[in-house]
C-alpha cells in the first residue's frame, strides 16, 4: 500500500511538473505551490536529517523512501519562480531573477545530489547514505545562502 501511494505520489508530481507553469493564474498561486512542494520536501529530508544525525536510529527501508520523495520533490518548485512571483513578499530574494543562471544551477545540483542520496539511502549503508546526505543538504544550504532570505 505505501508503494503504491508512492508511486501515485511520484506521478501526479511529474505530471504535475511538466504543466505547473501553465496552470499558475496568478502568481500567488505559483507561491503557494512551490511553498508547498518546499514543505513537503523539507519534512521528509528532516526525517533523513535525524537519521544521518543519529537521533533516530539509521533504517535503510525509511531512508530509502523519504530519499525518493525527496529526489521526485525536488523537481516540482522551479516552474513555480515564474514572472510576477517576484512581485509578491516571500523569502525569496532577488538574486533568484537576477542571477537566474545561477539559480537553475543551484536547482539542478540538487535534483542530482538526491538522486546520488536516493541511491546511497537504497544501497543501505549507513556512512554512505551519511556522506549522500551531508552533500544535498550542502546544495540545499548553497541555494538558501545564495537566494533565501533568512
Known sequence: MKKL????????????????SAQFAKPEDAIKYR?????VMGAHFGRLGAMAQGKVPFDAKAAADNADVVAHLAKLPWA????????VETK???????????????ADKLQAESTKLVAAAQGGKEDAFKAAFTATAGTC??????????
Open 5 to 20: 501511494t508512492l508511486v501515485l505520489v511520484a506521478v501526479s508530481a511529474a505530471a504535475v511538473s511538466l504543466t505547473a
Open 80 to 87: 513555480a519562480f515564474g514572472e510576477g512571483t517576484d512581485a
Open 35 to 39: 511553498k508547498a512542494a518546499f514543505t
Open 92 to 106: 525569496a530574494k532577488a538574486e533568484i531573477w537576477k542571477q537566474s543562471a545561477k539559480f537553475k544551477e543551484a
Open 141 to 150: 544550504k548553497s541555494c538558501h545562502d545564495d537566494f533565501r532570505a533568512k
